[in-house]
C-alpha cells in the first residue's frame, strides 16, 4: 500500500505491471483459464487515483479491478493466485478475478454486480464518518458509465451529498457497457451533469493521462478531507478490449478504436518522461521486460499455490 | 421465575431496539421514518445512529451493507416485505455473499426488518410473505417469530449476530399481547424451535401468525380426544430440524400450515425432511396447508381465504388419525358453522 508521494515515474512502472498482469490474464485465458473483464487501456486512471489515497482510505471498485489491486499494492503473485482458484489468493480462491476483496490493502470490494460497488460505498463511508475506521480516511469508489444508468448510481450520490459523507467518486468512463457504446444508452455529455445536478463538485478529465489524473485526484481528496463532503471525478478513456475474454469485438468501431490506440495511457506517459528525460527508450523497454518478468514468477507462484481443500467448500457461508 | 411484564409485539420489538442500542455503540437504525417513528431513540442515541432515509431500498439495505462491513451493526427497517425486492441486490448478492467470496475477510452482521401478511387488507404490494425467497439464499439467515417474547429475544439475538438476518413481522401479530421477560441479557437463540403445546398423536408445525392458528386447532382436535403437538418454527433458517423431527418421531403425523404460497415453501422443506429422515416413523401422508400461488388481494373477504383456517388444520389432522379411533363428532358441524358465517 502506498503511504509515500511517488514519482510519475513510478506510475509509468505500474502501468507497465498492470498491462503485463493483464495480458498475462487474457494468454491464460487463450489456454482455458477462468475468463477476466480487462481493464486495458484503463491504467491511467487507476495509478492516477489511487496513487492520491492514502493507507487510511478504502477502495469499492468493479469487475475492471486489476489496476487499482495493483496500484494499491497488490501482490501479483496472489492476485494470480486468486484468479486461478487457489489457497493463496487473497481470497482463499473463492472469488476468482471478479470479486477479489483484500481487507490488509483497504479494498473492501470487487462487485461484479455492475452498480454493486455504489450500492456499498456509502455505508463504508458512513462507518468512516462514524469513527470506525482510520480518523481522517475517505473511500474511492470505482465505476463505469455503464453503472451510472443503474438506479443506485442516483440513489448513492444523493444520500452521500444528503449525509455528507467521505466519497470520492471515480467514474472511469470508457465508452463501453458490455457490448453497447455508451452513446446508445446516454445523453453527452451526461454523466459529469447528472453528478452536478446532484450538488457534487464535479472534474472531468483526461482519463488517459495519468499525471492529469492524479492532480485532480489529489485535489478532490484533499476536498474531501478538508470538508468530509463528496466529489466526483469523471475520467474520459476507453476499454481497448472487449467485454470479457474472448470477445472478438467485431461491434467495435475500428476508427474510433484506433484514435484510443494512438492515446494508449502508457505510451502518453512514457513519451511524457522521455521529453522530460526522466527515462530514455530502452529504459522503458527495461522496465517493460522487468514487468514481464514480475507476472511469469506470479503465473509461476499461482500454479505452484494448491487447491483449496474439497472439505472447506462450505467454510465462510456464516459466521 | 423471574420477572415479565405483559406487552404487546410492537412494545416488544422497540424495547429490543432500545436495549440493544445501549448495550452496544455499533448499533445504528436506518430506514423511511425510522427517525421520525423512534424519537426517543433519537433523543437518547442522537440522530447519527437513527436516521431517516431517502425513499430508497437499494441504498438503505446497502449502505446497511457497506457499514456492516466496515464495523457498524446496522438495523434497516425496510417497511413493507415486497419492497425488500427492491433491496434484493444488497441482502442477497452482497451481504449473502461477500464473506464467503472473500474467504472470511469481511463480515455482515445487519438486520433487514420488514412487516408482511394479510390482516390489513393492504394488497399484494404490501402483503406478500416472500421470507422462503430468502431462506433460498446462501448467506442469510431469515426469522419470523410469533410472540411478543420471541420477537424481542429474536431481535435482540439477530442484531448480536455476526451474519446479515431478514426479521420479518406478521403485521396481524403487531398489536396481539403477552409476557415478556425483564432481564436485559433476555435473548431467543437463533435456529431454535418452540413447542407451544406438547402432544403425541400429530404435529402442527407453523410460524408467525400460523402458531395461533395451529394451537387453535389444538384446542378443536383436544375435543375429539386428538392430542396434537404445535411446533413454532421461530427461525426459518437455520431451521430446527432437531425439534421437528424428535415431534414427528413421536407422532407419526405432520401437518405443516403457513400463508405464504406453498410451491418451494417452507412446508415443502419440512415435508421434504420428515420423508428423508424420518420416513420410517411416517403413519399418514405429510399435509401442507398453505396460501395460494396468488397475489393476496385488498378485499378483506378475499384475504381472509389466503390464511389457512384452525377448522382446516383440525379437519386435515383428522383425516391423518385414519389408523386411530377418533371420539365420537359433535364438533365437526360447529366448524362447518363457522366456516358458513365467513
Not at chain 1, 139 to 144: C, D, L, T, Y
Not at chain 2, 257 to 267: D, I, N, Q, R
Amino acid at each position: 500500500m502506498q503511504s509515500t508521494p511517488r514519482s510519475p515515474l513510478a506510475r509509468l512502472e505500474t502501468m507497465l505491471l498492470i498491462r503485463a498482469y493483464e495480458q498475462q490474464l487474457v494468454a491464460l485465458q487463450q489456454n482455458g483459464a477462468p475468463g477476466t473483464c480487462t481493464s486495458v487501456g484503463q491504467e491511467a486512471c487507476a495509478v492516477g487515483v489511487v496513487d492520491a489515497l492514502d493507507a487510511r482510505d478504502r477502495i469499492l471498485t468493479n469487475h475492471r479491478s486489476a489496476g487499482h489491486l495493483i496500484a494499491r499494492g497488490a501482490a501479483p503473485e496472489r492476485l494470480m493466485a486468486e484468479v486461478l482458484g487457489r489457497v493463496d489468493g487473497y481470497c482463499g480462491g473463492r472469488s476468482g478475478s471478479l470479486h477479489i476483496s483484500a481487507r490488509e490493502l483497504g479494498v473492501v470490494l470487487t462487485s461484479t454486480i455492475v452498480g454493486g460497488e455504489l450500492s456499498m460505498a456509502p455505508g463504508v463511508a458512513l462507518a468512516h464518518k462514524m469513527g470506525r475506521g482510520a480518523p481522517g480516511g475517505i473511500v474511492a469508489v470505482f465505476f463505469g458509465d455503464g453503472a451510472a444508468c443503474e438506479g443506485i448510481f442516483h440513489e448513492a450520490l444523493n444520500l452521500a451529498v444528503h449525509w455528507a459523507l467521505p466519497l470520492l467518486f471515480v467514474c472511469e468512463n470508457n465508452q463501453w457497457q458490455a457490448f453497447v457504446h455508451r452513446l446508445e444508452t446516454m445523453a453527452d455529455p451526461a454523466i459529469g451533469e447528472w453528478a452536478r445536478g446532484h450538488g457534487l463538485p464535479v472534474r472531468s478529465v483526461d482519463g488517459n493521462d495519468a499525471e492529469a489524473v492524479h492532480a485532480a485526484a489529489t485535489e478532490a481528496v484533499a476536498h474531501i478531507r478538508a470538508t468530509g463532503s463528496p466529489y466526483f471525478l469523471e475520467l474520459r478513456t476507453y476499454r481497448q478490449r472487449g467485454h470479457y475474454e474472448p470477445d472478438d469485438q467485431a461491434y467495435v468501431d475500428k476508427a474510433e478504436l484506433q484514435a484510443w490506440l494512438q492515446r494508449d495511457p502508457i505510451r502518453v506517459q512514457g513519451e511524457r518522461l522521455i521529453g522530460a528525460g526522466a527515462i530514455d527508450a530502452p529504459g522503458v523497454a527495461a522496465l517493460e521486460r522487468q514487468a514481464q518478468e514480475r507476472v511469469e514468477a506470479a503465473l509461476a507462484f499461482a500454479q505452484a499455490s494448491p487447491w483449496p481443500a474439497a472439505e472447506t467448500l462450505l467454510d465462510h457461508v456464516y459466521a | 421465575m423471574s420477572k415479565t411484564t405483559r406487552m404487546t409485539v410492537e412494545q416488544a420489538i422497540r424495547q429490543a431496539l432500545r436495549e440493544e442500542m445501549l448495550r452496544d455503540p455499533t448499533v445504528l437504525l436506518m430506514g423511511e421514518g425510522s427517525a421520525t417513528k423512534h424519537r426517543d431513540l433519537v433523543g437518547d442515541f442522537g440522530p447519527e445512529r437513527v436516521r431517516n432515509t431517502p425513499l430508497a431500498e437499494a441504498i438503505i439495505a446497502g449502505t446497511a451493507v457497506g457499514a456492516a462491513a466496515s464495523g457498524l451493526r446496522p438495523v434497516v427497517d425496510l417497511l413493507f416485505a415486497p419492497f425488500m425486492t427492491y433491496a434484493m441486490d444488497a441482502l442477497v448478492n452482497s451481504a449473502g455473499k461477500l464473506r464467503y467470496l472473500s474467504g472470511g475477510q469481511f463480515e455482515f452482521p445487519l438486520v433487514a426488518m420488514g412487516l408482511t401478511g394479510s390482516g390489513w387488507c393492504v394488497g399484494a404490494q404490501h402483503n406478500h410473505n416472500l421470507e422462503a425467497m430468502f431462506v433460498h439464499a446462501p448467506g442469510l439467515k431469515v426469522v419470523m417469530p410469533s410472540t411478543p417474547a420471541d420477537f424481542k429475544g429474536l431481535l435482540k439475538a439477530a442484531i448480536r449476530d455476526d451474519d446479515p438476518v431478514l426479521f420479518f413481522t406478521d403485521l396481524a401479530l403487531l398489536y396481539q399481547e403477552g409476557e415478556v421477560p425483564d432481564a436485559d441479557d433476555f435473548v431467543v437463540p437463533i435456529g431454535r424451535a418452540a413447542v407451544a403445546r406438547a402432544g403425541g398423536d400429530v404435529t402442527l408445525v407453523g410460524y408467525a401468525k400460523t402458531v395461533g392458528v395451529c394451537l387453535q386447532a389444538a384446542e378443536q382436535l383436544a375435543a375429539h380426544g386428538v392430542a396434537a403437538e404445535v411446533i413454532d418454527l421461530r427461525s426459518l433458517k437455520p431451521l430446527d430440524e432437531e425439534t421437528v423431527l424428535r415431534s414427528v418421531r413421536k407422532t407419526g403425523r405432520l401437518v405443516v400450515v403457513h400463508e405464504a404460497s406453498g410451491l418451494c415453501g417452507m412446508a415443502a422443506e419440512l415435508a421434504a425432511l420428515a420423508a428423508t429422515k424420518a420416513f420410517s416413523s411416517l403413519r399418514a401422508p405429510v399435509v401442507r396447508l398453505t396460501g395460494p400461488d396468488a397475489p393476496t388481494p385488498s378485499s378483506w373477504m378475499l384475504e381472509q381465504q389466503v390464511v389457512p383456517r384452525p377448522e382446516a388444520v383440525a379437519e386435515a389432522a383428522l383425516g391423518l388419525m385414519a389408523d386411530q379411533p377418533v371420539r365420537a363428532p359433535g364438533r365437526e358441524e360447529d366448524h362447518r358453522m363457522v366456516e358458513n358465517a365467513v
